[in-house]
């Protein structure tokens, strides 16, 4: 006999729960989640063991809004640190969207709004990335109807990679009404070369209603600490303090957060090298015959199309871990250790497509 259950959200109870990457065998390389590979600074580990832990933590994070205010010319109201920038979004949709609400993003994207705007009771709308796998923005400025209430930009975008140019954003903030919050999503925006992409802090002072996600996760190599963080108007901000989960964004966080910034040149020297790595491994790829879009953040994408999973396993068999992710493969930028066999795979894929029916994503 099955007990009675009790009523959960009918939207609520049809979410496939968040897939992590896959626990890699002991030999594979993990490159699922965009983690970065370099292990912690010695000054950040100091500081996490120097944190109390029997205290609860500062549950303003005000020392590292200090920070990271003066870092970015504004005040320390203008940032919200979450545990996490996605815990920050979230904060954020929940507080401009309900039932009834639209909230606007790009597809494919981050596997993660999907469930956010679900959980918001707040309708997604999704405008297909263009041809070239990026944010198609006049598409998404058209789509905007009297119940959008959020639009999401992610540049670059997880997973393909790709860059909104700052000419391409300041056309859609002028189509954008400005009574919608624009949510720039720069969790990759340390990795960035190109000079043409957008950066959004810059922009704040000319768009009200444009704010920032920014995370110590990937740039930062912070994320297994869960500490992220917005940029905007106080009193949106001051909205967002108002839907987060009280004292959720730790004193280790803080502490590691506040480290990275004291060594900060260190790190981006880190970064600088994954994004040569980077490019030197799109060059390879797009040398074995992939339409692989330009990459701008720590990570390539694959489109295998079809093949998909099989060209996953295929992977898998040769000890890299990846996104398998509908229509394509999402490959972090990891160890320079993994990047041969990451090759040597996608060698294989490129020769099983080209032997097969199917051959998306190739020339
Ligand atoms: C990784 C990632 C984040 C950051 O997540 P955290 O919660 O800060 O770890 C945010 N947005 C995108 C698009 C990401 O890929």
Redesign the pocket.
């Known amino acids: 006999m099955t007990s009675p259950r009790v009523r959960l959200r009918a939207e609520i109870e049809a979410l496939v729960p968040y897939r992590q990457g896959k626990p890699a065998a002991a030999d594979a390389f993990k490159l699922s989640s965009?983690e970065n590979p370099f292990e912690p600074l010695p000054a950040v580990l100091e500081a996490l063991a120097s944190s109390p832990i029997n205290r609860y933590p500062d549950s303003s994070a005000w020392e590292l809004r200090q920070r990271l205010a003066s870092i970015h010319g504004v005040t320390p109201e203008q940032i919200q640190v979450g545990?996490?920038?996605?815990?920050v979004?979230t904060q954020l949709v929940l507080a401009a969207a309900a039932p009834g609400d639209e909230v606007l993003y790009s597809w494919r994207?981050?596997e993660?709004y999907p469930g956010i705007v679900t959980v918001s009771g707040a309708t997604s709308v999704q405008v297909p990335n263009d041809a070239q796998y990026r944010h198609d923005l006049p598409a998404m400025a058209a789509a905007v109807t009297d119940r959008t209430r959020v639009i999401i930009v992610?540049s670059p975008?997880?997973p393909t990679s790709t860059i909104v140019t700052l000419d391409e954003f300041v056309a859609f903030m002028a189509a954008v009404p400005q009574s919608v919050l624009v949510i720039l999503?720069e969790?990759?925006i340390e990795f960035v070369s190109d000079p043409s992409a957008v950066r959004g802090i810059p922009l704040l002072a000319d768009y009200p209603n444009l704010v920032v996600?920014r995370?110590?996760?990937?740039a930062y190599g912070l994320?297994g600490l869960?500490?992220?963080y917005a940029v905007g108007a106080e009193y949106v901000m001051d909205a967002a303090r108002a839907t987060s989960i009280p004292l959720s964004v730790i004193e280790l966080a803080q502490r590691g957060a506040m480290a990275s910034l004291d060594h900060e040149d260190e790190l981006l020297e880190r970064v600088a090298r994954i994004a040569m790595l980077r490019d030197q491994v799109w060059q390879a790829l797009v040398d074995q015959g992939w339409d692989v879009p330009k990459a701008h953040g720590n990570f390539v994408w694959l489109p295998t199309g079809e093949a998909t999973a099989a060209a996953a396993d295929v992977f898998t068999s040769h000890g890299i871990v990846t996104r398998a992710l509908g229509e394509g493969i999402r490959v972090s930028i990891g160890e320079p250790a993994s990047v041969d066999k990451l090759l040597r795979a996608s060698a294989e894929v490129v020769r099983n497509l080209r032997t097969g029916h199917s051959t998306p994503g190739l020339d």
């Open positions: 965009n545990a996490g920038s996605v815990a979004l994207s981050f993660a992610c975008n997880n999503d969790a990759y996600l995370t110590f996760s990937k994320a869960r500490i992220g």
